[in-house]
């Protein structure tokens, strides 16, 4: 039974820091890609940041570079999404998506229930 169980959201005050956690299980976890998507109310789900398989290519939207920082630990099946100087406008829930394309094409992808972010004073 394929699972992804995110963790480590809540309320922070605006400047502060989170780290989510997304731990995966019943799929070979170091052959996905790993991604966080974020969804603010009223608005579509949008990616947040990515990491590659083996952990060695990592994007993020523009809004969060240099402030989020995304890794992942294969030995652990977990990818982490480190965010610091948050502001209101990082208030959302946030999903943790894996992603996997087949030598022939095939794509599979799993979501997460997610974990809100609230940043507010």
């Known amino acids: 039974q394929v699972q992804l169980v995110e963790s480590g959201g809540g309320l922070v005050q605006p400047g502060g820091s989170l780290r989510l956690a997304c731990a995966a299980s019943?799929?070979?976890?170091?052959?996905?890609?790993m991604s966080w998507y974020y969804k603010a109310p009223g608005k579509e789900r949008e990616l947040v940041a990515a990491i590659s398989p083996g952990g060695g290519s990592t994007n993020y939207r523009d809004s969060v570079k240099g402030r989020f920082t995304i890794t992942r630990d294969n030995a652990k099946n977990t990818v982490y999404l480190q965010m610091s100087r948050l502001s209101p406008e990082d208030t959302a829930m946030y999903y943790c998506?894996?992603?996997?394309?087949?030598?022939?094409?095939?794509?599979?992808?799993?979501w997460g229930q997610g974990t809100q972010v609230t940043v507010s004073s």
């Open positions: 019943g799929f070979p976890f170091s052959m996905y890609d």
């Open positions: 998506r894996a992603d996997y394309r087949s030598p022939v094409g095939v794509r599979t992808n799993y």
